[in-house]
């Protein structure tokens, strides 16, 4: 699949199929993080997989309740390193997880976009350092259903030309 198809075809997905994601997937999904650009290649984040039942169900539960994110075969962690990047790391963590995005969907997974969760919790749970950022946090698994295309709005909302308001006719 190419990225624009992958792009037209990702769906937020909240309802998975309960199958782990074969190694060799997961390690694509990840080298799509990896390869994400960065300010100064600085590279400002680190990912924690988690993909043990008990921790995923744990984790679900610190995202405000949302007990169905445990059903993916694993849950990706974003993390902004700030001693890294002070300015960049969370504009960089947010890359590399769209690029998990958008490899996942390439490679036939579902996703979900997840910014609600307790954000200390989630450090504590993780073992993750008191100054970093969680950013968001990834389910991804096989798609236990297959939600249409939800609206968007025309081109001429979003754009300018040259100009903020300007209008931008394509």
Known sequence: MDTLQAIADRRSIRRYERQPLPPED???????????PSARNRQPWHLVVV???????KLAALCLGQLWLAGAGAMLVG?????????????????????????????GY?????????????KALLGIPEEANVVAILPIGVPAEQPG????KPLAELVSADR???????
């Open 26 to 36: 997961l390690a694509k999904i990840l080298e799509a993080a990896r390869l994400a």
């Open 51 to 57: 993909s043990d039942g008990a921790q995923k169900t």
């Open 79 to 107: 993390v902004a390193l700030p001693k890294v990047s002070e300015k960049w790391c969370v504009v960089d963590a947010t890359i590399a997880m769209q690029n998990a995005v958008l490899a996942a969907t390439a490679l």
């Open 110 to 122: 579902g996703t979900c976009w997840i910014g609600a969760f307790h954000e200390g919790g989630v």
């Open 149 to 152: 295309a939800r609206s968007r």
């Open 164 to 170: 903020y308001g300007q209008g931008w006719d394509g």
